[in-house]
């Protein structure tokens, strides 16, 4: 238990700093790349760090999502593929064939 406790002191502010640095580095291209395309292309206003954050932010409520989606798209997959009969099944294994030259891998149950 010893072990594994010492493992979690250096984890956790490591995980902090990764995280720390991930919305820094985030922040500084968004910036970058705001400023040098849409004040010449458009005529809008530079951004300074923190506005370029709000607008990451904001991109990520709007388009991302807060990630509350309840499964994944691999469940739903599996949903669809039980629910289809053996000759859909088998029609979508030749239109995959055609159509990129391979076999889908066998079925998700």
Request: hydrophobic share 50%; charged share 25%; net charge positive.
């Amino acid at each position: 238990m010893r072990a594994r406790g010492k493992k979690l002191i250096w984890i956790a502010p490591l995980a902090l700093l990764a995280m720390l640095a991930f919305v820094a580095l985030g922040g500084t291209v968004v910036r970058l790349l705001w400023n040098a395309l849409l004040p010449d292309l458009f005529g809008f206003h530079a951004v300074t760090f923190w506005q370029a954050l709000g607008l990451l932010a904001l991109s990520r409520i709007l388009f991302g999502g807060f990630g509350l989606r309840g499964g994944s798209r691999r469940a739903g997959r599996a949903q669809l593929w039980a629910r289809m009969t053996p000759e859909e099944r088998e029609r979508f294994r030749h239109r995959m064939e055609d159509r990129f030259g391979v076999e889908p891998p066998e079925a998700e149950v």
